[in-house]
């Protein structure tokens, strides 16, 4: 796997981020989106699943876990943060969605063992009140959004 780390100034950016992503996907990847609280991974799943092509509302699966979208491909959105075991992960059913779905799967690093191995994983700190450091683990494509991020 290859790494790129990147700063974000703002949600902009953030939004920019995942347009860019969003035009090297197929449609069947496992996209991990990990980090702190509130670091941006429903915003940046958000910015990604819209550039898509869907045009409708992306709420934030927290509480129900798991949102379907049919965008330019079909994509399922899981946040795993409320979940306590692996039990809990495996009531899902996500086998269904397996290789026909993109998965963009929040707090994924809480159960690393059970899922299936990612295709590439986004890790979001906070660096200041606006900022993040953005750590992009995945495929060579990765290293172009370096040139599509101001300040990078």
């Given at each position: 796997?290859?790494?790129?780390?990147?700063?974000?100034?703002?949600?902009?950016?953030?939004?920019?981020?995942?347009?860019?992503?969003?035009?090297?996907?197929?449609?069947?990847?496992?996209?991990?989106?990990?980090?702190?609280?509130g670091?941006?991974?429903?915003?940046?799943?958000?910015?990604?699943?819209?550039?898509?092509?869907?045009?409708?509302e992306?709420?934030?699966?927290?509480?129900?876990?798991?949102?379907?979208?049919?965008?330019?491909?079909?994509?399922?959105?899981?946040?795993l943060?409320?979940?306590?075991?692996?039990?809990?992960?495996?009531?899902?059913?996500?086998?269904?969605?397996?290789?026909?779905?993109?998965?963009?799967?929040?707090?994924?690093?809480?159960?690393?063992?059970?899922?299936?191995?990612?295709?590439?994983i986004?890790?979001?700190?906070?660096?200041?009140?606006?900022?993040?450091?953005?750590?992009?683990?995945?495929?060579?494509?990765?290293?172009?959004?370096?040139?599509?991020?101001?300040?990078?």
């Amino acid at each position: 796997m290859y790494k790129v780390e990147l700063i974000m100034n703002n949600q902009e950016e953030t939004s920019r981020l995942g347009n860019k992503i969003a035009d090297y996907l197929q449609g069947q990847e496992i996209i991990f989106l990990q980090g702190q609280l509130g670091a941006g991974k429903t915003f940046l799943a958000r910015a990604l699943i819209q550039a898509l092509g869907y045009e409708g509302e992306v709420l934030s699966p927290s509480f129900i876990l798991q949102n379907e979208y049919r965008a330019r491909f079909r994509v399922l959105h899981l946040d795993l943060y409320r979940l306590e075991e692996e039990a809990e992960i495996e009531e899902l059913g996500l086998e269904e969605y397996r290789g026909e779905y993109l998965w963009l799967i929040e707090w994924a690093d809480r159960f690393p063992t059970y899922l299936p191995p990612p295709d590439l994983i986004i890790s979001l700190y906070f660096v200041g009140e606006k900022e993040r450091r953005v750590v992009l683990e995945g495929p060579p494509w990765i290293r172009r959004l370096k040139n599509h991020v101001p300040g990078n």
